[in-house]
T-cell receptor, first 113, second 113 residues
Framework: AQSVTQPDIHITVSEGASLELRCNYS??????LFWYVQSPGQGLQLLLK??????LVQGIKGFEAEFKRSQSSFNLRKPSVHWSDAAEYFC???????????FGAGTRLTVKP | EAGVAQSPRYKIIEKRQSVAFWCNPI?????LYWYQQILGQGPKLLIQ????????DSQLPKDRFSAERLKGVDSTLKIQPAKLEDSAVYLC???????????FGPGTRLTVL
């Protein structure tokens, strides 16, 4: 069955430090992978997505993610975190037509001054 | 461009009561999604519409949940009767076409007492 695992429930980093959020997936077909961010009281916003091609994907707000098929991972990274990045981050896997979207449980990011 | 609109933003009901949520997608978006997000979990897709037809409702609890998108624009999601475990945020999203980026509304927070 399709599933997404985000091993870290909560991560705290200092402002200016680098960030990596982990995501592992289990999917029978070719996966389409997504990272979303959710600020308190807000809907989800797409950061980036991977369908095919270059396994290093650039997104908005300075985020990037790398698809590693051998590890079934799609980790999100940012070289220097800003206080405004504090939010909940969700990894998701689905099909080309957005069918069967499965979200991970999320990782809450706290940014220390 | 206006985003996805949802109402109400908050709703508190007693168990066994009925409740309805409304969603107005971004203008011109053919595809509409309803998700349920229980506290501490990622969103779960309930139903996906393409214009006024259902594409995927495999995870919709059809004994108590129903959704419609009669004119292919706005949509309503109904729960009848509500149970305690239905307490969640109900998110609506839309995309231009099936495979396009999903844009999320702010959600409706339902509390069932």
């Amino acid at each position: 069955a399709q599933s997404v695992t985000q091993p870290d429930i909560h991560i705290t980093v200092s402002e200016g430090a680098s960030l990596e959020l982990r995501c592992n997936y289990s999917y029978g077909a070719t996966p389409y992978l997504f990272w979303y961010v959710q600020s308190p009281g807000q809907g989800l916003q797409l950061l980036l997505k991977y369908f095919s091609g270059d396994t290093l994907v650039q997104g908005i707000k300075g985020f990037e993610a790398e698809f590693k098929r051998s590890q079934s991972s799609f980790n999100l990274r940012k070289p220097s975190v800003h206080w405004s990045d504090a939010a909940e981050y969700f990894c998701a896997v689905g099909q080309y037509n957005n069918n069967d979207m499965r979200f991970g449980a999320g990782t809450r990011l706290t940014v220390k001054p | 461009e206006a985003g996805v609109a949802q109402s109400p933003r908050y709703k508190i009901i007693e168990k066994r009561q009925s409740v309805a949520f409304w969603c107005n997608p971004i203008s011109g978006h053919a595809t509409l999604y309803w998700y349920q997000q229980i506290l501490g979990q990622g969103p779960k897709l309930l139903i996906q519409f393409q214009n006024n037809g259902v594409v995927d409702d495999s995870q919709l609890p059809k004994d108590r949940f129903s959704a419609e998108r009669l004119k292919g624009v706005d949509s309503t999601l109904k729960i009848q009767p509500a149970k305690l475990e239905d307490s969640a945020v109900y998110l609506c999203a839309s995309s231009k076409v099936l495979s396009d980026t999903q844009y999320f509304g702010p959600g409706t927070r339902l509390t069932v007492l």
